[in-house]
């Protein structure tokens, strides 16, 4: 049985940066008003509403200017929260993901977005430490699992009797309807579906496509979290009737609702964790796993990237969004591939976060490969740049230099790695960077495999400077690797084989 651990916060990264008393008071007091379980099943369980305590040092909220401002609890819905959370472990012999919020409403509401949620920077903390919470554990579901679902417990007294669904009208299931169908969220086989099966009244009514109750349609927790805002974590808001969470009635509500958790599971969520099904996977196939962003950034040319690599039978390729990136992909390939395109728009779009996680990828022993975009991306040269080869560009006010064919000429490591017979290639180029040695202190000193021998200056950028810059470079990143290209050998006909060797080289090293 997994070990349950009550009131662990999240460390606060904002925090981190300036630690002393402040911090630890801050710590200390969200630990307090927050309960966090990490999990062994792709379901998450959150409760923001059901706590009683006091935030010491904070005044209650006077909700100026909150549309719908509301001060009070959900009462019983905290309880309702953990007796599910034991009553699932004990049907299915392993613990959701729990984060239940133990301070009152009238202090912070945690389903509201900042601004609307507290009035004070010692409310702010606990209320980061809710979310923090919220988006660990959707992390970990994700690399997990693949995929998961939210469930938030919240309490009405509009239809004492009933539950109230709470999606958006179907937007943060996107990923599961867009899976599964609409019965997953209207049919009989539905969590409301099996619901109703017990004899619980749920609204909308089984079967039909009304909308969702306004004002209980769906609050910040599920819209920030389910998948309407991407990934494939879907949530649903269950709003319980004052009836349904009374002390006398929770024991049935709880042995009904698990009921149905229990078949939703059974029908839509896969419970073995996602590392065990890809390594059998690549013990059958001995295919190097290779993920290429197909995101915002990305260029014409990734088309021509993938039609390539379809080409070699040792590969197999994901496409992947910068959500994806995000959620813990990266976990299940060998080797990422940032494509032709805008460097800028790919790092600025993948966001911190998602930079961090690529970071993360090849320091522990991932490969990395940029081409043309993906090498500016891979450079340490600008405030969206990845940092993961030691490079600047040359001449930056002059990007767009122009297109067409260029001829490279390799080093004599450069002919060796690339296999090649031939000292100079001919190549495409369409505006990729001029590399040169950064010399940043942190990242090892990459390695010039090809400069350029000839150049193009187009649009007023000027003759001479292109010629002898890096066109082809690898280096080193933690316990991984980086190679990156500045023109395009999978846009050279006969040169796609190029992308092979680049793969060959910086592929996991546990691989055959």
């Known amino acids: 049985m997994p070990t349950r651990i009550h009131q662990v916060v999240l460390t606060l990264c904002l925090l981190l940066a300036s630690p002393g008393l402040r911090f630890a008071s801050a710590q200390e007091k969200a630990a307090s008003l927050v309960t966090i379980e990490s999990g062994d099943l792709p379901i998450i369980l959150s409760a923001p509403h059901g706590g009683h305590d006091a935030i010491a040092n904070v005044a209650e909220r006077q909700g100026e200017g909150v549309e719908r401002f509301n001060p009070r609890s959900d009462s019983n819905t905290d309880i309702l929260t953990e007796r599910l959370a034991d009553a699932i472990e004990k049907k299915l012999s392993k613990r959701p993901y729990v984060v239940i919020a133990r301070f009152h409403r009238k202090y912070v509401d945690a389903n509201r977005r900042g601004r609307d949620a507290y009035e004070s920077e010692e409310a702010k903390v606990v209320y980061d430490s809710y979310h923090q919470a919220l988006a660990k554990a959707r992390s970990q579901v994700m690399e997990r699992w693949g995929r998961g679902i939210l469930f938030d417990i919240h309490g009405q007294a509009v239809e004492p009797k009933a539950i109230l669904r709470g999606t958006q009208n179907g937007k943060t299931t996107a990923h599961l309807v867009g899976r599964f169908g609409r019965e997953t969220l209207i049919g009989e086989t539905s969590l409301f579906g099996q619901l109703a099966s017990q004899g619980l009244p749920v609204i909308p009514a089984v079967g039909t496509d009304d909308r969702e109750r306004v004002g209980y349609d769906g609050g910040y927790t599920v819209i920030t979290h389910g998948s309407g805002s991407g990934g494939t974590l879907d949530a649903i808001q269950l709003e319980f009737g004052n009836e349904l969470r009374s002390n006398e009635a929770i024991p049935s509500t709880v042995s009904k609702l698990t009921d149905a958790v229990a078949a939703f599971a059974k029908q839509y969520l896969s419970t073995e964790e996602r590392a065990a099904l890809v390594e059998r996977k690549e013990r059958r196939t001995g295919q190097v796993r290779v993920g290429v962003y197909c995101d915002v950034g990305a260029g014409p040319s990734h088309k021509d ?121 001919q190549i495409f180029y369409a505006q990729g960077p001029l590399l040169a040695p950064r010399n940043h202190p942190d990242i090892a000193d990459y390695e010039t495999l090809a400069t350029f021998k000839t150049e193009i200056a187009e649009n007023g950028a000027p003759e001479g400077v292109m010629k002898g810059t890096t066109a082809i470079a690898r280096g080193d990143f933690g316990r991984g690797r980086v190679f990156c290209f500045s023109p395009h050998p999978e846009m050279t006909e006969g040169l796609e084989p190029l992308v092979h060797v680049a793969i060959d080289y910086v592929k996991r090293k546990h691989l055959p």
Request: charge should be neutral.
């Open 305 to 425: 990237l993938l039609k390539a690599l379809q080409k070699f039978e040792d590969v197999s390729v994901r496409k992947l969004m910068a959500d994806d990136i995000r959620n813990g992909a990266l976990g299940d390939i060998d080797v990422l591939i940032q494509p032709g395109g805008s460097g800028g728009g790919q790092g600025r779009h993948l966001g911190e976060n998602g930079r961090e996680t690529i970071r993360s990828f090849i320091r522990e022993g991932g490969g990395f490969i940029g081409i043309c975009g993906g090498a500016f991306l891979a450079s340490a040269d600008y405030s969206w740049s990845l940092n993961v080869l030691d490079a600047r560009v040359v001449d930056r006010n002059h990007w767009a230099r122009g297109k067409g064919t260029v001829q490279i000429e390799l080093t004599d490591a450069g002919r060796q790695v690339l296999k090649s017979k031939e000292q100079q290639l």
